[in-house]
């Protein structure tokens, strides 16, 4: 029955790419993409200053590293994820920009409570409401991009889309660890958050809601069947009894355990363990991350445009080829005896970490009904985080914590080296859908 809602057949997709390479994308398209994008910084930069300023933020309030895991994995987890379900529904059926600006404003507002906080349940009280804002923020995007852009250039749109995460993590880390040593790390929040909520009036302004499918039916797509707002169940039980979208969403999952898990304690350790100061961290971290995460997504989303014209496997053998290439460098950085080395060797998981986004993305984007695109990247979503970012940090602070008293000057080192076998279950579910995917070829 879920095959009903999909994407063409691939016996299909050589016609709807000549057809979409005719097609431009709608007026205003570049524009928007660029509002969105800036949305999507500010989404991510506000989620990562917690992690970025996680040191001062442990000496004021006396925060450890297993609390500091909690609220940035699974507490902020389990709002964000559960709460993106019923926003990508409401989305799915009423004005997608509406949404993201309503989201946009609540977050902003969120962050700067953050900077208000004066113990630990304010601050964790203030995160969660930063998830429940930040549930609207992406899903709704990923859908106006797809109706902004025809087949074909999807994967180029979404991945200058998806730099969003390391412009956000760039620019937090500069911003916010500057304004922190120059300031305090209530200030971060509070211009940052300022920042968001005056965007939030740029989307109702800049961004017109376009036309669910329109690029579709242009491109000469087969006709889907639903192309109105689909019901929540049938939509939820297509998403979870499609292999292809199970395991695109199980395999991006299991590599954010470690992009989430690593991630969100990388500054810490790096001051910690490695002796970077603030000034460093805002200068020379933020550098890896914007050349290092900044390149690996936008090169990914131009090698998936450019190989799945060739077999849809590509959308599964892209990410599960850059994972493997991603192991020894990771272990040569947890292992570097200073921050410099550290940071070199940082450049490799980081620029080949994050394949899989746009490819995850893509695909399910391609795969379902224009009714059911911002569910379904809700869903998508709701699996990634819900377990990447709600085990990954909370392991890492876990394990840390527990080896504090035998090793106090390398627990986190000893974390991070529990975080390796997760690569090994990723690229595994990334092989299990390439063959899924040409199994549907073969049969198409």
Avoid at 66 to 72: E, P
Wanted: glycine content about 10%.
């Amino acid at each position: 029955m879920a095959e009903s809602h999909h994407a063409p057949a691939a016996a299909d997709l050589p016609r709807a790419d000549a057809a979409a390479a005719h097609i431009r994308p709608l007026k205003g398209a570049w524009p928007v993409l660029a509002i969105l994008c800036f949305v999507y910084v500010l989404n991510f930069l506000d989620r990562q200053l917690l992690s970025i300023l996680a040191k001062p933020i442990q000496d004021e309030l006396g925060v450890t590293d297993g609390q500091l895991g909690l609220i940035s994995g699974l507490y902020f987890a389990l709002f964000y994820c559960l709460i993106s379900i019923p926003v990508g529904w409401l989305a799915d059926r009423t004005n997608r920009v509406r949404v993201l600006a309503a989201a946009c404003g609540l977050w902003s507002a969120a962050t700067m409570a953050c900077g208000l906080s004066a113990s630990y349940p304010q601050l964790v009280l203030a995160r969660m409401t930063v998830g429940v804002g930040e549930a609207g923020g992406v899903p709704p995007s990923y859908a106006i991009i797809t109706d902004y852009f025809p087949p074909g250039q999807r994967g180029t749109a979404l991945g200058l889309f998806n730099l969003g995460p390391p412009i956000g993590q760039a620019l937090g880390v500069a911003f916010g660890a500057a304004i922190a040593a120059a300031y305090s790390w209530r200030m971060a929040f509070l211009v940052l958050g300022a920042a968001g909520v005056v965007t939030a009036l740029v989307v109702l302004v800049g961004v017109r809601e376009p036309e669910r499918g329109g690029l579709d039916r242009a491109a000469g797509a087969p006709p889907k069947p639903q192309t109105g707002p689909a019901g929540f169940w049938p939509t939820v039980r297509m998403f979870f009894s499609t292999p292809a979208l199970a395991l695109a969403a199980a395999g991006s999952a299991a590599t954010q355990i470690v992009t989430y898990g690593a991630g969100n304690f990388t500054v810490l350790f790096l001051m910690r363990e490695k002796g970077m100061t603030l000034p460093d961290v805002s200068l020379w971290y933020a550098l890896v991350v914007a050349v290092g995460m900044g390149g690996g997504i936008f090169v990914s989303g131009r090698v998936i445009d450019r190989f799945t014209r060739r077999t849809k496997a590509a959308y599964a053998l892209a990410p599960a080829l850059s994972l493997s290439l991603a192991v020894v460098p990771y272990l040569a950085f947890v292992w570097a005896p200073t921050w410099q080395l550290a940071l070199v060797f940082l450049l490799g998981p980081t620029f080949l970490n994050y394949f899989y986004l746009s490819s995850a993305v893509a695909l399910v984007q391609e795969e379902v009904a224009p009714g059911q695109r911002v569910l379904s990247g809700a869903l998508l979503l709701l699996v990634m985080n819900l377990i990447g970012m709600g085990v990954g940090p909370t392991f890492v602070g876990a394990v840390s914590d527990a080896l504090r008293p035998s090793h106090p000057d390398h627990s986190l080192q000893l974390a991070f080296y529990a975080l390796a076998p997760m690569y090994l279950v990723a690229i595994a579910l990334f092989l299990a859908l390439a063959r899924v995917l040409r199994r549907e070829e073969t049969r198409a």
